[in-house]
T-cell receptor
Framework: NAGVTQTPKFRILKIGQSMTLQCAQD?????MYWYRQDPGMGLKLIYY???????DKGEVPNGYNVSRSTTEDFPLRLELAAPSQTSVYFC?????????????FGEGSWLTVV | GQQLNQSPQSMFIQEGEDVSMNCTSS?????WLWYKQDPGEGPVLLIA?????ELTSNGRLTAQFGITRKDSFLNISASIPSDVGIYFC?????????????FGTGTQLKVEL
C-alpha cells in the first residue's frame, strides 16, 4: 500500500541552490497538491493540479514551480532556495467518491535552507 | 484567504477523559476532514464528513459536520496515551478548478497517565 510517496525525506540546501521534491501516488487520483507546514502552523497550499497537464497556484506559490506530465507524478521545484523556504513539505492526492472528496498525505519532506 | 479557527490550541488531559475540539469558519465548506499528525509524520485522515448535520464515528472518535456548514467538532472518548499528537481540522471547497483545502491551526493533545 504505497499511497503517496515523497522523496527525499530530508534535505539541506544552500541559499540560491535548486532542487526538486518528488511526489508519486499509485491510487489513480486526479487531484494532487503540495503544501508547506511551518512550525506550529497548519498547512498552506503551494500548488495543486486537477489532472495531467493542468496546474494552478495555491495560497503561497512564490518561489516554487510544478509540473504534472503524468497522473502519478507531481514534482515541486525550488529554483533559487531562500531561508524562508525552510519548512516541511507535504504532497497529497485526492479522489471524488460518491460520498465526497477525501485527501491523503505523504509522509513529508523536511527542507532546510542555510 | 479563508480562516479556520480551531480551539483549543492545546489540551492537557488525564488518561481516560473525553476530549472535545472544534473548528469554526467564516465560509461554508462542502466537506470537513479531521487529521492527526504525529511528530515527524504527515497528517493521517481520521474522519471525513460530507453532509451538513452528518455525525460519523471511527472507533473512539466522533465528528460532526455543523448544520450551518461553517463548523465541525471532534470528540475523543476515553483518551489513551497514543492519542497524543496534533489534531487538524480542514475544510474543503470543491470547485470546478479543483479542491481547495483550508487547515485549522491545530489542537495539540497531551495525555497524562
Amino acid at each position: 500500500n504505497a499511497g503517496v510517496t515523497q522523496t527525499p525525506k530530508f534535505r539541506i540546501l544552500k541559499i540560491g541552490q535548486s532542487m526538486t521534491l518528488q511526489c508519486a501516488q499509485d491510487m489513480n487520483h486526479n487531484y494532487m497538491y503540495w503544501y508547506r507546514q511551518d512550525p506550529g502552523m497548519g498547512l498552506k497550499l503551494i500548488y495543486y493540479s486537477v489532472g495531467a497537464g493542468i496546474t494552478d497556484k495555491g495560497e503561497v506559490p512564490n518561489g516554487y514551480n510544478v509540473s504534472r506530465s503524468t497522473t502519478e507524478d507531481f514534482p515541486l521545484r525550488l529554483e533559487l532556495a531562500a531561508p524562508s523556504q525552510t519548512s516541511v513539505y507535504f504532497c497529497a492526492s485526492s479522489y471524488k467518491s460518491s460520498s465526497g472528496n477525501t485527501i491523503y498525505f505523504g509522509e513529508g519532506s523536511w527542507l532546510t535552507v542555510v | 484567504g479563508q480562516q479556520l479557527n480551531q480551539s483549543p490550541q492545546s489540551m492537557f488531559i488525564q488518561e481516560g477523559e473525553d476530549v472535545s475540539m472544534n473548528c469554526t469558519s467564516s465560509s461554508i465548506f462542502n466537506t470537513w476532514l479531521w487529521y492527526k499528525q504525529d511528530p515527524g509524520e504527515g497528517p493521517v485522515l481520521l474522519i471525513a464528513l460530507y453532509k451538513a448535520g452528518e455525525l460519523t464515528s471511527n472507533g473512539r472518535l466522533t465528528a460532526q459536520f455543523g448544520i450551518t456548514r461553517k463548523d465541525s467538532f471532534l470528540n475523543i472518548s476515553a483518551s489513551i496515551p497514543s492519542d497524543v499528537g496534533i489534531y487538524f481540522c480542514a475544510g474543503l471547497i470543491a470547485t470546478g478548478g479543483g479542491n481547495k483545502l483550508t487547515f485549522g491551526t491545530g489542537t495539540q493533545l497531551k495525555v497524562e497517565l
